[in-house]
Structure formats: C-alpha cells, structure tokens
C-alpha cells in the first residue's frame, strides 16, 4: 500500500512539474503572440503595465517548481510566501541602495571597457555578486534559519530559492520599466532566465548553508563552510551579470536572443548543480519515507 501511495504521489509530482514548465514555456509564447495579433513588430516601452505581471508570473512559476523538491516533509507555504515577499521587498531593494550608495559603478559604466576586463569582472563578483548574495542570505539568516521550521538540509535550498525568487520580482521589474525599448518576447524570456539564475545561484548558497548548520564539526569549519558558500555564490552570480553586461552593448532590442540563449544556459547549469545536491540531501533527508 506504501510503495503504490509513493508511486501515485511521485507521478502527481512529476505532472505538477511538467505543468509548470509548460507554464513559463506558454508564458513567453502568449507574450509573442500578443506580438504577432496586436502588430508589434518595433520594441515597446514596457511601463508599468507590462513590467509588473512580466516580473511576477515567472517568479510565481519558478516558486511552484521548486517547492515542489521539498517531497519529504514540506515546508509551510505561508513561510516559504513569506520569505519570497521579503527577497523581493527587502534584499533586492537593499542590495541596490548598498549598491548605489556605497560603490557607485561610475567607472565600470563606461561602454569603451569590454564586458570580460578584470576589472568589470572584480567589479560583478566582489561588489554586484557579493552585494546580491549577502543580502539574499541576510534575510534567510536572520528569520527563517532561526525557526524550528528549518529543521533539515534541505531547508536551506527551499529558503535560499524562494528569496532568490523574490529578488528576481524586483530585479525583472526594475530592469524593464527603465528600457527605452524591448521585444515583449524578448523581455518575457529574460524574466524566466533572471528569475531562474537568482533561484539557482541562491540556492546554490542554500545548499551550504544547510549542510552547514546541520554538521557536526566546529563552528569555525561551519563558518569558513559559509565563507566559501557565499564566495563561490557571489562568482556564479557575477558571471551571469557579466553576460547582463554583454547583453546590453549588442542591444535587447536588436539582437536579444543570442544573449538570453547563453544566459539561459549558465542559468540551466548552476540549476542542475543544485538540483543534484538537493538529491542527496532529500536521499539523505531525516523525515525520508521508505519507498518515497
């Protein structure tokens, strides 16, 4: 009776994912089918009508998707909603005034450098990446991490994800409603790809941060654990903002699909790595059911 309630559930799960991608799939075709039916055939100002629903229906997609890993003892929606709302009304916004008031890019905004000098690249890893990072991680740290929710491994890739989650609202909204012009198409794809990116490079973090909280060496190992979790976090981070970077010269306007393709495929990467560490961590898992 187990094995076949295991069976039934796994195959409800994986229709549910199926379902969901299908989902962030249609979302960008409707978006160049409104292109096509309404004649857009010049890039738009997107404005606040777009900007909004651009930013949120991907993220709100993405968010299914990922809570849908934690199989094994699901963490409270309200919660996981929670921490969502807080990376995209409280890191976002604070990675942004860190940004702009404490290290202004004026230098590094120059279009004459080249988007892989060493210095845009200590610029996107050391300030953006870690900037970006450190805020996402604040928020997990100070709340969640602290409750008896967060009581596995595993945990720390769900939160992780979700506040990753919310920054990408922020950072997709932001972006668009500040372009002078955009494919509809264009931009509904590179929301999907930005909110995939800050999921999973989040999530990456998450990963850490949960074996770390969770292990039996001392503190200082644990410490050094999240030194580096956060390090290597902030590098996967700055080189997607490195392609950003890239993007932008060649013009979204223009040319934006070859930027979004490669955007979209370190996305994928960084996504794979850590849907193979949750495996371990869900195999690994306390609350694991036999058979499940």
Known sequence: MQSRWSLRRARALVGSKFLLIAGLVGF???????????????PIHPGTLFSIPIALVPAGLWLGFFTL???QEPEPKHFVAGVFA????????LAEFVLAEAVPPLALAQRSLSPWALDRMVYAILVVGLAQ????????RYTIYLSREFDEPM??????????TGFAVWINYRQMSRLDGVFLS????????????????????????GRAKFSRRKAPVRGLLLMLGLL?????NGQ????????????IAADPWRGILLAAGLAALVFLLVMLGSRRLLASSPFRVPDA
């Open 28 to 42: 960008v075709l409707i978006a160049w089918l409104v292109e096509l039916v309404v004649g857009l055939d010049e």
């Open 69 to 71: 890993w934690d199989r």
């Open 86 to 93: 807080l990376g995209a009304m409280v890191a976002a916004p």
């Open 133 to 140: 990072e450190m805020c996402k991680y604040t928020v997990v």
């Open 155 to 164: 945990d720390g890739v769900v939160y992780m994800m979700a506040v990753g």
């Open 186 to 209: 264009a931009a509904a794809a590179q929301a999907v790809v930005t909110t995939l990116a800050h999921a999973s490079v989040a999530g990456f973090l998450g990963y850490v941060m």
């Open 232 to 236: 290597g976090a902030a590098a996967l």
């Open 240 to 251: 997607f903002g490195l392609l950003e970077v890239w993007i932008a010269p060649s013009g």
